[in-house]
């Protein structure tokens, strides 16, 4: 499984933004997100397959890619995040094994498009906060099947009363 997160998406998400920043401050925030995904133990099993991508289109120059910690992070330049992300997704070969992790609604259908496996922002943290088990990576949540509710002895009576007699077989 690989992880391909959107960054400043996750970083708004979780609240590591302050409002009216200045960029050496938002530098600092940015690295105090990235200290804190470093730490993750439920992440720790995956670094070597975990991508942070962060928009840098307007950069004087190009950053390219750097890692932090065991973490890939990656600057887009003279493009949006969105479009780098969409890239990797197009590109990469095996992208049914991708979470993309961004609570962008258009990637969230470029994952879809190519079977990559979409994560709100939410749902990652609360992976990072309680993971599945062991070694296991976020599972596709399906919904919970609701118990079918017992029904007391009085409860079956009026029903019986209401509805009719009790059919056996089927």
Same mark, same amino acid.
């Given at each position: 499984?690989?992880?391909?997160?959107?960054?400043?998406?996750?970083?708004?998400?979780?609240?590591? #933004?302050?409002?009216?920043?200045?960029?050496?401050?938002?530098?600092?925030?940015?690295?105090?997100?990235?200290?804190?995904?470093?730490?993750?133990?439920?992440? !720790?099993?995956?670094?070597? #397959?975990?991508?942070? #991508?962060?928009?840098?289109?307007?950069?004087?120059?190009?950053?390219?890619?750097?890692? &932090?910690?065991?973490?890939? #992070?990656?600057?887009?330049?003279?493009?949006?995040?969105?479009?780098?992300?969409?890239?990797?997704?197009?590109?990469?070969?095996?992208?049914?094994?991708?979470?993309? $992790?961004?609570?962008?609604?258009?990637?969230?259908?470029?994952?879809?498009?190519?079977?990559? !496996?979409?994560?709100?922002?939410?749902?990652? $943290?609360?992976?990072?906060?309680?993971? $599945?088990?062991?070694?296991?990576?976020? !599972?596709?949540?399906?919904?919970?099947?609701?118990? !079918?509710?017992?029904?007391?002895?009085?409860?079956?009576?009026?029903?019986?009363?209401?509805?009719?007699?009790?059919?056996?077989? &089927?």
């Amino acid at each position: 499984m690989t992880f391909l997160i959107d960054g400043y998406n996750l970083m708004h998400a979780v609240g590591s #933004v302050p409002t009216g920043v200045l960029a050496r401050q938002f530098d600092a925030a940015r690295g105090r997100f990235l200290d804190w995904l470093a730490e993750s133990p439920a992440l !720790k099993p995956y670094f070597a #397959v975990t991508r942070i #991508v962060f928009d840098a289109q307007h950069a004087t120059r190009d950053w390219g890619s750097t890692t &932090h910690r065991g973490l890939t #992070v990656t600057f887009s330049f003279r493009q949006t995040a969105d479009d780098l992300i969409e890239t990797y997704l197009a590109l990469d070969k095996n992208p049914q094994k991708i979470r993309l $992790v961004s609570n962008d609604h258009r990637l969230q259908t470029a994952a879809k498009r190519v079977r990559a !496996k979409p994560m709100a922002c939410s749902e990652f $943290v609360d992976w990072l906060a309680d993971p $599945v088990g062991p070694g296991d990576g976020p !599972k596709d949540h399906a919904p919970a099947t609701p118990e !079918k509710p017992e029904s007391s002895e009085g409860e079956l009576a009026e029903y019986l009363r209401v509805f009719g007699t009790r059919k056996t077989g &089927h």
